[in-house]
Structure formats: structure tokens, C-alpha cells
């Protein structure tokens, strides 16, 4: 099975970086997504990690350490579209498992 | 090129009542996944079909539901008869074959009442 855990809520000011870590326990192992997702729209691919280490994209980072079963998502310069719920999946084989996400609450 | 695309955005049902969405996946996409999130829970995988086929319906609730993809082009999520549990936001997401990614539609928001 696969255990999830992620903050339910971050605040951040624009123009600010945060990071929202993700701890997961699984079973299996393909890589691991970050998914925006706005209120009432449907969630958008971000990054995929499959080996450790940073990957980089624009304002947004994703970290992956498999064997302590920890990813981050960075942002940076932060925006007031920024504001959104933040999902990490550690896909099963060939499906996405989702935590409950972290909202983040981008304020001026 | 067109996204994901999911009919109707919205559905409001009485319980007992039947409803049926309807996903059109990116047109190639042999992958097609249906999704649920009910009120304050996370997104809960339901099944994944390969072209017409079911791979893995391990996250389908119960009988209540079917699911059918003929000819492997779009797909139906069936509820039947509709409970107030069934209450919440059904996304269909498709990918390419080996591809990781999946890509979302908007959502069918359905409310029993």
C-alpha cells in the first residue's frame, strides 16, 4: 500500500520561495508526480521524478530521495496564481495515488 | 490539440436515479483512467483501461458502477442506482502508451441528492 503525507496548508507572500515536502511509503516504485490542481479545475502535471536528485523547471523544483521516501516541490517567486492545491502521487503500476494535497494560500 | 474533455460538467440526481459521464480522452491515447474525489478526501483512483480493455478496476467501489470503453475511444462511468456517497468530482485522465504522464479532463461534479 502506499501512505501519503503532505501539510494540509502553507502560506507564502509573493515574490517568496516555499517548499512543500512530501513523505510517502509504497509498495512499488515508478517515479513519483507533483500535480497542481486549482479550485474546481482538474489537476495539472508539474513534474515527474524518477531518479534522486533536482530536477529543475522554471520557477518550479522537484527533489526525489527514494530511499527515505521524501520528494519537495520548490517554488520560487512566488505569484498570486500560485495559489492551489499541491498533490504529490507516488504512482502504483501504471495509476496515480494521490495524498490529500497541500493548499497553498499566496497573499501580496 | 484538444485536452481531456469530460460531459457534463455537472449533474444533480436524486438518490435511487441513474446517471452516466462520459469521457473523451486525447485522441491516440490508449490509456484511460477514471478518478474520483469526494468532499475533503483525496482523488481516489477507480480503473484504467488499455484501448477497450479493463487492466485494473481495483478501486471501483462496488456493482453500483460499470464502466465501458467500446471500440477504446471514449469511455462511460455508470452509476446505477445512484446513493448520496456517490457524491463528489469524477475525473477521467488519458496517457500515451508508455508515456508517464497523465493528463486530466475538468471534471463531472456530481451531486446525489
Known amino acids: 500500500g502506499q501512505n501519503i503525507d503532505q501539510p494540509t496548508e502553507m502560506t507564502a507572500t509573493e515574490g517568496a520561495i516555499v517548499q512543500i515536502n512530501c513523505t510517502y511509503q509504497t509498495s512499488g516504485f515508478n517515479g513519483l508526480f507533483w500535480y497542481q490542481q486549482h479550485a474546481g479545475e482538474a489537476p495539472t502535471f508539474l513534474s515527474y521524478n524518477v531518479l534522486d536528485g533536482l530536477e529543475e523547471k522554471g520557477r518550479f523544483s522537484s527533489f526525489l530521495s527514494r530511499s527515505k521516501g521524501y520528494s519537495y516541490l520548490l517554488l520560487k517567486e512566488l505569484q498570486m496564481k500560485d495559489s492551489a492545491s499541491y498533490l504529490c502521487a507516488p504512482p502504483g503500476f501504471q495509476k496515480l495515488v494521490f495524498g490529500t494535497g497541500t493548499r497553498l494560500l499566496v497573499s501580496p | 490539440e484538444a485536452g481531456v474533455t469530460q460531459f457534463p460538467s455537472h449533474s444533480v440526481i436524486e438518490k435511487g436515479q441513474t446517471v452516466t459521464l462520459r469521457c473523451d480522452p486525447i485522441?491516440?491515447?490508449?490509456?484511460l483512467y477514471w478518478y474520483r474525489r469526494v468532499m475533503g478526501k483525496e482523488i481516489k483512483f477507480l480503473l484504467h483501461f488499455v484501448k477497450e480493455s479493463k487492466q485494473d478496476e481495483s478501486g471501483m467501489p462496488n456493482n453500483r458502477f460499470l464502466a465501458e470503453r467500446t471500440g477504446g475511444t471514449y469511455s462511460t462511468l455508470k452509476v446505477q442506482p445512484a446513493e448520496l456517497e456517490d457524491s463528489g468530482v469524477y475525473f477521467c485522465?488519458?496517457?500515451?502508451?508508455?508515456?508517464?504522464?497523465?493528463?486530466f479532463g475538468p471534471g463531472t461534479r456530481l451531486t446525489v441528492l
Open positions: 485522441s491516440g491515447h490508449d490509456n
Open positions: 485522465a488519458s496517457s500515451p502508451t508508455g508515456g508517464n504522464e497523465q493528463f
